[in-house]
């Protein structure tokens, strides 16, 4: 199928909303909630001896139906009580690519999970030049030094999402992230234990999917509850289409 370049530079944009990036958001997402949504995770128990890991590798291809498009990383690693996580995609089609990275910056783990206090992005589209974004996030905190509602980026909420998962969530639940200036709620269903095909090996994975209220895009997020729920497969679908799909071919955790 011929492409025109409007296509692929918004194809490219689509990969990168799908890293673990914040996906675009639209003001009826701020203005609806999920009615069963847990809107706090404050009361949702992590398993730090289970589940908190110092160090992780997740290695993604990135697939347009059977065909490779580009890769994606995500790591996690812990220096001198300093923990960063970090993101990485490379897209390209055509003459036209795509690169962005992050990093989350976390100076103490609590045990309310990873609420980080440093935010970095930056993110080279086709066609235009390196945009870099910077934010710190304050979090509430209560005299005791713990998290009133703890504060999530677009990259380390979906770690702390992981830890849920792994220490036993079963519900739906709404996540406060901030992007930039604003705070948005980030709402994730919970689809269950589903079987995950992977070539000649069938996985069982935690299935999550975060719904955007008013809006027919989904981003599917499986968690292999063999390899320390790290996240072995991402898809983005609108109207029921896939649009993206990462797919890890190696996924390595220390404790």
């Not at 509430?140 to 830890?163: M, Q, T």
Request: aromatic share 8%; proline share 3%; charged share 25%.
């Amino acid at each position: 199928m011929k492409r025109n370049h409007a296509n692929i530079t918004q194809y490219l944009y689509l990969v990168a909303l799908i890293v673990f990036s914040g996906p675009l958001a639209i003001a009826a997402d701020r203005e609806v909630e999920h009615a069963n949504a847990q809107s706090d995770s404050s009361n949702l128990l992590i398993d730090i001896e289970k589940c908190r890991l110092s160090g992780y590798s997740v290695l993604f291809d990135i697939m347009e139906g059977s065909k490779r498009v580009g890769k994606a990383s995500r790591t996690l690693t812990t220096a001198d009580k300093l923990t960063q996580l970090s993101s990485h995609v490379e897209a390209s089609i055509a003459f036209l690519s795509f690169t962005q990275s992050e990093q989350s910056t976390l100076d103490d783990y609590p045990s309310a999970g990873f609420a980080s206090n440093q935010y970095l992005k930056s993110r080279k589209k086709p066609l235009s030049k390196t945009k870099t974004t910077k934010f710190s996030i304050a979090q509430n905190s209560l005299p005791n030094g713990k998290a009133k509602h703890a504060i999530f980026d677009p990259l380390s909420v979906y770690d702390h999402l992981r830890e849920l998962v792994c220490s036993g969530l079963k519900q739906d639940l709404a996540l406060e992230v901030q992007e930039e200036t604003e705070i948005q709620r980030y709402y994730f269903e919970y689809r269950g234990l589903q079987q995950l095909q992977q070539g000649n090996i069938t996985k069982d994975a935690i299935l999550m999917v975060r719904t955007r209220p008013a809006s027919s895009r989904e981003t599917f997020v499986w968690f292999d509850t063999n390899n320390r729920f790290l996240p072995i497969k991402i898809e983005q679908e609108k109207n029921g289409k896939t649009q993206a799909t990462l797919v890890a071919h190696t996924a390595t955790a220390t404790q």
